[in-house]
Protein backbone atom coordinates (compact mmCIF):
# COMPACT_ATOMS: atom_id res chain seq x y z
CA UNK A 1 0.00 0.00 0.00
CA UNK A 2 2.91 2.34 0.82
CA UNK A 3 4.31 1.50 -2.47
CA UNK A 4 1.93 2.29 -4.64
CA UNK A 5 0.72 5.45 -2.52
CA UNK A 6 4.86 6.60 -3.47
CA UNK A 7 4.08 5.40 -6.93
CA UNK A 8 1.13 7.64 -6.95
CA UNK A 9 2.57 10.79 -5.38
CA UNK A 10 5.44 10.63 -7.78
CA UNK A 11 3.31 10.26 -11.23
CA UNK A 12 1.09 13.48 -9.88
CA UNK A 13 4.72 15.71 -8.87
CA UNK A 14 5.50 14.76 -12.92
CA UNK A 15 2.00 15.62 -13.91
CA UNK A 16 2.39 18.71 -11.85
CA UNK A 17 6.06 19.63 -13.09
CA UNK A 18 5.06 18.81 -16.52
CA UNK A 19 2.23 20.91 -16.99
CA UNK A 20 4.03 23.78 -15.32
CA UNK A 21 7.08 23.52 -17.81
CA UNK A 22 5.15 23.58 -20.69
CA UNK A 23 3.07 26.45 -19.83
CA UNK A 24 6.33 28.44 -18.83
CA UNK A 25 7.85 27.94 -22.03
CA UNK A 26 4.25 29.10 -23.77
CA UNK A 27 4.77 32.56 -22.00
CA UNK A 28 8.56 33.10 -22.32
CA UNK A 29 7.77 32.62 -26.76
CA UNK A 30 5.57 35.76 -26.41
CA UNK A 31 7.13 38.76 -26.49
CA UNK A 32 4.18 41.29 -26.33
CA UNK A 33 1.67 40.38 -23.76
CA UNK A 34 -1.82 42.06 -24.60
CA UNK A 35 -4.71 42.72 -22.25
CA UNK A 36 -7.50 45.25 -22.21
CA UNK A 37 -11.10 45.78 -22.91
CA UNK A 38 -13.44 46.28 -25.47
CA UNK A 39 -16.97 47.33 -25.17
CA UNK A 40 -19.98 47.49 -27.84
CA UNK A 41 -22.86 50.25 -27.77
CA UNK A 42 -25.33 52.03 -29.54
CA UNK A 43 -23.44 55.19 -31.05
CA UNK A 44 -25.31 58.55 -30.92
CA UNK A 45 -28.65 57.29 -29.40
CA UNK A 46 -29.19 55.23 -32.69
CA UNK A 47 -30.30 52.45 -31.32
CA UNK A 48 -28.51 49.25 -33.50
CA UNK A 49 -28.20 51.36 -36.67
CA UNK A 50 -25.25 52.58 -35.23
CA UNK A 51 -22.08 50.27 -32.89
CA UNK A 52 -19.64 51.84 -31.31
CA UNK A 53 -16.49 50.00 -30.37
CA UNK A 54 -14.34 51.17 -27.63
CA UNK A 55 -11.23 49.88 -26.24
CA UNK A 56 -8.76 50.38 -24.27
CA UNK A 57 -5.40 47.77 -24.03
CA UNK A 58 -2.19 47.51 -22.06
CA UNK A 59 1.13 46.15 -23.82
CA UNK A 60 4.04 44.38 -21.72
CA UNK A 61 6.92 43.11 -22.65
CA UNK A 62 10.63 42.94 -21.57
CA UNK A 63 11.83 47.15 -21.05
CA UNK A 64 13.95 46.40 -24.30
CA UNK A 65 10.97 45.41 -26.19
CA UNK A 66 8.56 47.88 -24.89
CA UNK A 67 10.94 50.77 -25.97
CA UNK A 68 11.46 49.25 -29.09
CA UNK A 69 8.13 49.98 -30.21
CA UNK A 70 8.17 52.35 -33.49
CA UNK A 71 4.54 52.13 -34.43
CA UNK A 72 1.18 50.63 -33.41
CA UNK A 73 -2.40 49.85 -35.17
CA UNK A 74 -6.03 48.76 -33.99
CA UNK A 75 -7.26 45.98 -35.99
CA UNK A 76 -10.76 45.86 -37.19
CA UNK A 77 -12.20 42.66 -38.85
CA UNK A 78 -11.36 42.87 -42.52
CA UNK A 79 -14.74 41.21 -43.16
CA UNK A 80 -16.92 44.09 -41.84
CA UNK A 81 -14.36 47.06 -43.06
CA UNK A 82 -17.18 48.32 -45.63
CA UNK A 83 -19.46 49.03 -42.42
CA UNK A 84 -16.48 51.02 -40.86
CA UNK A 85 -18.11 54.72 -40.57
CA UNK A 86 -15.72 56.13 -37.90
CA UNK A 87 -12.02 55.66 -37.04
CA UNK A 88 -11.01 57.43 -34.40
CA UNK A 89 -9.82 58.70 -32.35
CA UNK A 90 -7.08 56.63 -31.06
CA UNK A 91 -4.48 57.10 -28.43
CA UNK A 92 -1.04 55.51 -27.27
CA UNK A 93 1.36 56.13 -24.78
CA UNK A 94 3.84 54.33 -22.75
CA UNK A 95 3.97 54.40 -19.24
CA UNK A 96 5.73 54.23 -15.54
CA UNK A 97 9.70 54.45 -16.62
CA UNK A 98 11.12 51.73 -14.36
CA UNK A 99 8.39 49.00 -15.93
CA UNK A 100 7.08 50.39 -18.94
CA UNK A 101 4.07 49.38 -20.38
CA UNK A 102 2.08 50.72 -23.58
CA UNK A 103 -1.45 51.59 -23.18
CA UNK A 104 -3.39 52.23 -26.63
CA UNK A 105 -7.18 53.02 -26.53
CA UNK A 106 -9.50 54.27 -29.07
CA UNK A 107 -12.90 53.66 -30.70
CA UNK A 108 -14.61 53.05 -34.16
CA UNK A 109 -18.16 53.40 -35.40
CA UNK A 110 -19.99 50.85 -37.83
CA UNK A 111 -23.36 50.84 -39.65
CA UNK A 112 -25.06 47.84 -38.12
CA UNK A 113 -28.78 48.79 -39.52
CA UNK A 114 -31.14 45.91 -39.59
CA UNK A 115 -28.90 43.33 -37.53
CA UNK A 116 -29.72 42.31 -33.59
CA UNK A 117 -27.54 42.80 -31.14
CA UNK A 118 -26.26 38.38 -31.17
CA UNK A 119 -25.51 39.58 -34.74
CA UNK A 120 -23.17 41.97 -33.81
CA UNK A 121 -21.46 40.63 -31.15
CA UNK A 122 -20.94 37.89 -33.63
CA UNK A 123 -19.30 40.13 -36.00
CA UNK A 124 -16.63 40.66 -33.50
CA UNK A 125 -15.49 44.00 -34.89
CA UNK A 126 -12.24 44.79 -33.10
CA UNK A 127 -9.54 42.23 -33.91
CA UNK A 128 -6.44 43.74 -32.16
CA UNK A 129 -3.58 45.45 -32.13
CA UNK A 130 0.00 45.43 -34.85
CA UNK A 131 3.56 46.46 -32.99
CA UNK A 132 5.71 47.50 -35.39
CA UNK A 133 9.23 47.80 -33.88
CA UNK A 134 11.82 49.70 -34.67
CA UNK A 135 13.45 46.56 -36.38
CA UNK A 136 10.53 46.85 -38.97
CA UNK A 137 9.42 43.40 -37.90
CA UNK A 138 5.33 43.33 -37.21
CA UNK A 139 3.72 41.52 -34.00
CA UNK A 140 -0.48 40.92 -34.20
CA UNK A 141 -2.02 40.92 -31.32
CA UNK A 142 -5.29 39.09 -31.47
CA UNK A 143 -8.36 39.46 -29.09
CA UNK A 144 -9.19 35.98 -27.76
CA UNK A 145 -12.53 36.83 -28.57
CA UNK A 146 -12.04 36.88 -32.38
CA UNK A 147 -13.07 34.14 -34.47
CA UNK A 148 -11.31 33.77 -37.83
CA UNK A 149 -14.11 34.01 -40.53
Do not use: W
Request: glycine share 8%; hydrophobic share 35%.
Amino acid sequence: MRKSSLILLACILILILLGCSNGNKDKADEKYVMNGSVAYGAADNSGLEKTIVTYKMTITGSVEDINNIDAQQPLVNPDYMELLVENGPHESKIVNENRPYLEISGRFVFTTEGKTKEEIDDMDLFKGIEIIDQDNNSHVLIINGYKEK
